[in-house]
């Protein structure tokens, strides 16, 4: 992409990029950006939320879920957030250490708390989810914390809408979209949307709208389309305390036009079991997904990006790139968790390949 001329990354007619025989020589492969938290899962699958007995304990948090997920997969990770002074923070950057995430950017912000989820599981469509975000400290990541970053020495970035919603993380983000944009790396969107983060609704896309002509490649869902082109708040639905699963009217494929004449080389429309859409100026590019049964989707997305990026810096083509991201969200619906679930290179290429390969 950004690189071609100066790093031997050459795109083909497809839309193939070369693999970098210089890629060993960046530090990074991927830093992203954004929240983290733990999460806490209903170990009573099925039961309704005041029936829960038990919780079990992962970390989360959609960067620090792509992050895991790219590590997973082979990817050389570092994720920027920030944690409190309290246990919770800790729990966070030693799991973090344990998925060999890269840590030492991530601060310890002072006055602040780590993050915290709790969510009911009852399948097949029913997912309550709470978020803990009161003086969250991943709020506070810097334009300071991002001058620490080695960003002459890494690939790709990754960015979160969510981010967005307030200072100084807004400014922050926005600042290590210039700084990536300036350098010439590649720049990834989870668009990321939750509706309680933010003051209006209709500040989301007004913030997704000023970042896009920075952004190489966006990835989101229908919902999310619309929401990033919202005019009436009145057309979001929430159902059941499902914050990751509004549904937001709008005219998905005029919202989807208005996104890509932003500037994005690429935008990803995730469609669930109907797999992913990727669509660039006069071109979509279809790839179906994979048949599973579903247990839950929390965290699917985030696998989803995870494998696509990882094919993008592979060299590999749209097509083949999004249906690893299908193959990784399709794993991940069939089990309880998000970054803990995700899977692993070969989890993921003996997968696509019992349904018949790429």
Sequence with gaps: MKRAKSKGQRASAKGALSPQPSARGYKYDLITLGRSSIDLYSQDI???????????????????????????????????????????????????????????????????????????????????????????????????????????????????????????????????AERAKTLGLTTFLDLDFRADGWHDPRAYGVSIRALLPLIDVALGTEEEINAAMLRDPADITIRDSQITAPEIRGDVEANIKALLARGVEALVVKRGAKGCDVYQSGKTIHAPGFKVKVLSVLGAGDAFAAGFIYGRLQGWDWYKSARMGNACGAIVVTRIGCADFTPYLDEALEFIESKGGF
Excluded: C, H, M, W
């Design 46 to 176: 099925g039961a309704a939320f005041p029936d829960i007995r038990a919780f079990g304990a992962y970390i989360g948090g959609s960067p620090l879920n792509i992050a895991v997920g790219s590590s997973r997969l082979g990817l050389k990770t570092a994720l920027l957030t920030a944690v409190g002074p309290d246990k919770i923070g800790e729990f966070i950057v030693e799991r973090l250490k344990r998925e060999k995430v890269q840590t030492q950017f991530i601060p310890v912000k002072p006055a602040t708390r780590s993050s915290a989820v709790v969510l009911g599981i009852e399948p097949p469509d029913k997912f309550p989810i709470t978020f803990y975000r009161d003086n969250a400290a991943d709020i506070q990541v810097s334009i300071d914390d991002v001058v620490a970053l080695p960003l002459e020495a890494t690939r790709a970035v990754q960015l979160s809408g969510a981010a967005l919603a307030k200072e100084p993380s807004r400014s922050t983000t926005l600042f290590l």
